[in-house]
């Protein structure tokens, strides 16, 4: 079992930025990727950023394609979404999740992944 713990969000102001982190503990072992999601009032859960694992490879969404960065401290077992030049449109409960293993889906899907945090709210106001 793996628990995901997030933190770092916040109110700010178009422009600004956070870093979000994810906490990991329990069986963290093989991690096979991790990623961020969010998901806005009224819509779907989306594909924000994820790590493959083996590779330190990352992907992003389009849309945060330049200003986000996702990166890992093994060490610490925590995973940080770092989120530069905030746009009112980035306002969403944030997730990261874990995925332990492949499932047949890439890495930028959602049902890849076997753990979820709780979420953390950003909102960036205009």
């Known amino acids: 079992q793996v628990q995901l713990v997030e933190s770092g969000g916040g109110l700010v102001q178009a422009g600004d930025s956070l870093r979000l982190s994810c906490a990991a503990s329990?069986?963290?072992?093989?991690?096979?990727?991790v990623g961020w999601f969010r998901q806005a009032p009224g819509k779907e859960r989306e594909f924000v950023a994820s790590?493959?694992?083996?590779?330190?490879?990352?992907y992003y969404a389009d849309s945060v394609k330049g200003r986000f960065t996702i990166s890992r401290d093994n060490a610490k077992n925590t995973v940080y979404l770092l989120m530069n030049s905030l746009k009112p449109e980035d306002t969403a409960n944030y997730y990261c999740a874990f995925a332990t293993r492949p499932r047949g889906f890439g890495i930028t899907v959602a049902r890849q992944y076997d753990y979820w945090g709780q979420g953390t709210q950003v909102t960036v106001s205009s």
């Open positions: 790590l493959l694992g083996s590779t330190g490879n990352t």
């Open positions: 329990g069986r963290t072992f093989s991690t096979y990727a």
